[in-house]
């Protein structure tokens, strides 16, 4: 192994035992092979023996190396560098990844990157991840189209996440459904939307969301002869009105609806509804319970890692379902 160049940023121990995991993982140290002496490790990388000791020592935890004192250290077992890329921060890919990571024997090193819907991030994140992973868990650029930078992916190493309203039959695939699954949610609590007499949906202009949930809302208050309401402007926003419930994408629009309500002394559940889509712990105690539009993204973590290990092609939209609370 060629010499390591160390920065003060990282830990050298870390460093190292990465770098030979790395090299595992593309086949460059094969099982069977013998890894560098101690001293001879510590002279080539110009670190201490017990930096050397103690990063091998973090390879035997991970199930990759052992040694005995007729052979020094040798490669047992297989590394599996995992690319976990998703498109940006929130409690609910949070559980994503700790259900996703959870799932994965201790030999699977899980790299978590957010693209931030910033397309030449994606691509270049994607571009520079070639050889570097066993497989990649991606959440696509946008629910319309295929991502061409992931065309360079072998389709048997790409597992795609949440977004999929393209053609994607030649790739594995955990998925929601924006449309259909949404209007039907939407369908299950027309009882108790009954005594709003309209239905706003806020949907900035700037959200990432998909816009098709937009003309599955519309059809849903027009089938059922409800007054409706798209915000898409913050200019538009005019307060919280008595009798209107309010279906909202962004914690933030949440936080607005809440704080606008008290404000007017208006009771949510009763004066106004309050729909989230999403759901996270939190929405269970905020103001006695806030009813949730969301898919279990803890299982889509859970799936994909069986798809990682098990490494057997998937296709599947996960279920979209109504947690009712007393907010409507």
């Known amino acids: 192994m060629s010499q390591i160049k160390f920065s003060n940023s990282s830990s050298k121990i870390k460093i190292l035992a990465d770098r030979i995991s790395l090299s595992i993982m593309q086949g460059k140290l094969k099982v069977g092979d013998n890894l560098q002496s101690i001293n001879e490790a510590s002279s080539n990388h110009k670190v201490s023996r017990d930096t050397v ?31 976990l890329l998703l498109d940006t921060y929130s409690s609910f890919k949070q559980n994503l990844y700790h259900r996703f990571v959870a799932n994965l024997p201790d030999n699977y090193k899980v790299d978590l990157i957010f693209h931030q819907y910033n397309e030449h991030l994606f691509e270049t994140i994607v571009r520079e991840s070639i050889g570097n992973y066993s ?8 629910n319309e189209h295929f991502s061409d930078a992931l065309k360079i992916i072998p389709s048997n190493k790409l597992l795609l996440l ?92 949440m936080v607005k609806i809440i704080k606008d309500a008290d404000a007017s002394r208006l009771s949510i559940g009763s004066d106004i509804g309050l729909i989230a889509y999403n759901d996270n712990p939190i929405l269970e105690v905020i103001e006695n319970g806030v009813s949730a539009i969301s898919i279990d993204f ?15 092609p998937v296709q599947e939209y996960l279920p979209t379902k109504l947690i009712l609370r007393k907010s409507i």
């Open 53 to 83: 000791f103690k990063a091998y020592n973090e390879l035997k935890k991970r199930g990759l190396i052992d040694s005995t004192p007729q052979k020094g250290y040798f490669v047992t077992g297989q590394v599996n560098r995992i690319l």
């Open 135 to 142: 497989m990649y868990v991606v959440m696509n650029f946008s």
């Open 162 to 253: 949440d977004f999929g309203n393209f053609e994607k039959s030649s790739y594995s695939y955990i998925c929601q459904d924006f449309d259909k699954s949404f209007y039907d949610c939407l369908c299950s609590c027309k009882n108790s939307l009954q005594k709003y007499r309209k239905f706003s949906f806020v949907f900035p202009e700037e959200l990432c969301h998909p816009i098709s949930s937009i003309d599955y809302f519309v059809r849903f208050c027009k089938e059922n002869n409800f007054a409706f309401e798209v915000f898409r402007k913050d200019s538009d926003w005019h307060g919280v009105e008595a009798g209107t419930v309010y279906l909202c994408i962004l914690p933030e629009d």
């Open 298 to 312: 803890g299982l889509m973590g859970e799936m994909a890692a069986r798809f990682v290990t098990a490494k057997q």
